[in-house]
């Protein structure tokens, strides 16, 4: 099936184009070592490295998302775990609030989520990847996706 | 300072429908400080506007830029270029903001971006309560420094009501009742001899109710 960007027009090819913003002390750290036991997922998601989810501005989650980017996936520490107390806690006010305004303009509060895990957890890391390339998989290309965005995922 | 909040994403969306080329003015002074209307807050709406008129097929050319106050003509005709541009203007300043600015631009739509609600205080991060009414009589020396004109419901000069319970206002148990303040404040700074004087009715011409007021002060007249 050729997926349709909600607008009524479809885009063949398409893949999803998935961000992850990883805390630096859990899950960048996760899919470290998923990396090192060889684990698999999908390649749809691109990595930022960040020092802790509550570094994550609601400006970098708005401009990905007008730059045509299907889904992001926060992922903090867990909850009472967070290297600077409480990063991770208000990353998810953020998160919420973002994903309000994305349901209000029509992107859908659907393709942001915010997932918490430790560094030891590669294996929840590698569900909640899936997890998120599925969810947006189901609901097809950001209503903002451009042409010049349908490249192959497997591109650097 | 001056607390408002911003305006639903959808009310904003909807009051430039009709415009291709709108700017987005935000207020470095009060609003900022409040979070609602700074460079960073007009930031986050922009985001939230363009993305909205692109999924609708309509576009719109946005340009972004805050001044250091809103009120003030000085800082206002830095918009002067920029406006010119633009079918319309969004104001992200207080209501005092807008209409500043569209006194100064006659011709051009400008339209409110926040809700404008009260001259309160910071309380905590993110928490901000009213404190004067602006009514034009200051009372605070006779209160201890707390206002029972604004923080207390029935805005009694002369309370308690009786009506507290566990230091709590009986109209919102979530507000401190104002008395109970006064009260401790009074205490705190020696001067409950204040509570036995009976408060005349106050003069309320100062205030608002008779429409806009104006203030000339001669001597900083040029």
Known sequence: MIPSNGNGSSIPHWEPRIIAFCCNYCAYAAADLAGSKR????????????????????????????????????????????????????????????????????????????????????????ERVQEIVEAVRALGPSPLHSSHQTESVGEP | MIVASPKPITELKNLIARHGKVLFVGCGTCVTVCLAGGEREVGIASYAIRMA????????????IAIERQCENEFIKDLAEPASKADAIVSFGCGAGVQAIAERFPSKPVYPGLNTHFLGILEEQAV??????????????????????????????????????????????????????????????????????????????????????????????V
């Not at chain 1, 980017?69 to 926060?74: A, F, R, T």
């Open chain 2, 53 to 64: 008129r692109k999924i609708e097929g309509q576009p719109l050319e946005l340009t972004q």
């Open chain 1, 39 to 126: 684990m698999q997922y999908p390649a749809n998601v691109r990595i930022i490295h960040s020092p802790c989810t509550g570094k994550i501005e609601m400006e970098h989650i708005l401009e990905a998302f007008e730059k045509g980017i299907d889904g992001i996936l926060v992922a903090g520490c867990l909850e009472g775990g967070c290297h600077f107390l409480e990063g991770n806690l208000r990353a998810r006010k953020r998160t919420d609030r973002i994903r309000e305004i994305l349901d209000k303009i029509g992107v859908g509060g659907q393709r942001l989520k915010m997932v918490n895990l430790s560094a030891a957890m590669a294996p929840t890391f590698v």
């Open chain 2, 128 to 221: 901000w309560t009213e404190k004067c009414l602006g009514c034009g009589d200051c009372m605070l020396a006779q209160f201890g420094g707390i206002c029972p004109v604004t923080r207390c419901a029935k805005r009694m000069l002369n309370g308690p009501c009786g009506g507290s319970t566990e230091k709590q206002c009986e109209v919102d148990a979530d507000r401190p009742c104002a008395w109970q303040i006064v009260f401790t404040r009074l205490k705190a700074i020696g001067q409950l001899d204040r509570l036995d004087d009976v408060v005349p009715p106050k003069d309320w011409s100062t205030a608002w109710h008779a429409g806009a007021r104006k203030i000339v002060r001669p001597e900083h007249q």
